[in-house]
């Protein structure tokens, strides 16, 4: 399976430190996303990686990509009690019948909460 | 713009009963989705739609059924509940027009939360 995996499972920081979290997966990609879900909430896109692109940005938000490792992480800087959620990667390859049917598969998610 | 909605926000089902679950988007989006999210389990796609009229099979149909009448709304059906069908589910679409499924932005909505007894 190709499935992302993420670690860790549940992180907990203070406001104003920087949170990292990780995602590795098994097989190769065509992208590679990041959602957040708030508490009963539905999942949103933070930003897609395509398999060539090694680094993204946006806002405090900083995503890498190395598939030599086959492994992403998310760094969100100075965090804020708001970005307190659970976070996504999901992977997209080609699923078992190749040609364009890709396959979007999500992790278990890293629970984050950031202390005020 | 409302965004990707879902009816109903939450149900209880007796095992046997039918329902249908409707998603709308207001995007003109050509790609719709519905995945289901399980405790520690992720969230895994039950089926897909690429256009109106369109409907293929993901990871986890067995159970659900679903239809593509109009391009803004994406059907889900529960023809006969058991309990193993408890979750929630989440209806998502996308622009359609990157190359191909998965390889752009999905939007989500708020999810319906479903107990069967």
């Known amino acids: 399976s190709q499935q992302g995996e993420e670690d860790p499972q549940a992180l907990s920081i203070q406001e104003g430190e920087n949170a990292t979290m990780n995602c590795s997966y098994k097989?190769?990609?065509?992208?590679l996303q990041w959602y957040r879900q708030n508490s009963g909430r539905g999942l949103v896109h933070l930003i897609l990686i395509r398999s060539n692109e090694r680094e993204k940005h946006s806002g405090r938000l900083r995503v890498t990509l190395d598939t030599s490792k086959k492994s992403s992480s998310l760094l969100i800087t100075a965090s804020r009690a708001a970005d307190t959620a659970s976070y996504f990667c999901a992977t997209a390859g080609r699923g078992k019948s190749g040609g364009s049917n890709y396959k979007l598969t999500f992790g278990k998610g890293t629970l984050l909460t950031v202390n005020p | 713009n409302a965004g990707v909605t879902q009816t109903p926000k939450f149900r209880v089902l007796k095992t046997g009963q039918s329902m249908t679950l409707l998603c709308a988007q207001d995007?003109?989006?050509?790609?719709m989705y519905w995945y289901r999210q399980d405790p520690g389990m992720g969230l895994r796609l039950i089926h897909y739609s690429v256009g109106e009229g369109t409907t293929a099979k993901g990871e986890v149909p067995d159970g659900y059924n679903v239809s593509r009448l109009k391009k803004q709304n994406f059907l889900l059906g529960l023809e006969s509940a058991a309990p193993s069908q408890t979750s929630v589910y989440f209806c998502?679409?996308?622009?359609?027009?990157?190359?191909?499924?998965?390889?752009?932005?999905?939007?989500f909505g708020p999810g319906t939360r479903l107990l069967v007894l």
């Open positions: 998502a679409s996308s622009y359609g027009q990157a190359g191909g499924l998965y390889q752009e932005t999905q939007y």
């Open positions: 097989t190769s990609i065509n992208n």
């Open positions: 995007m003109n989006h050509e790609y």
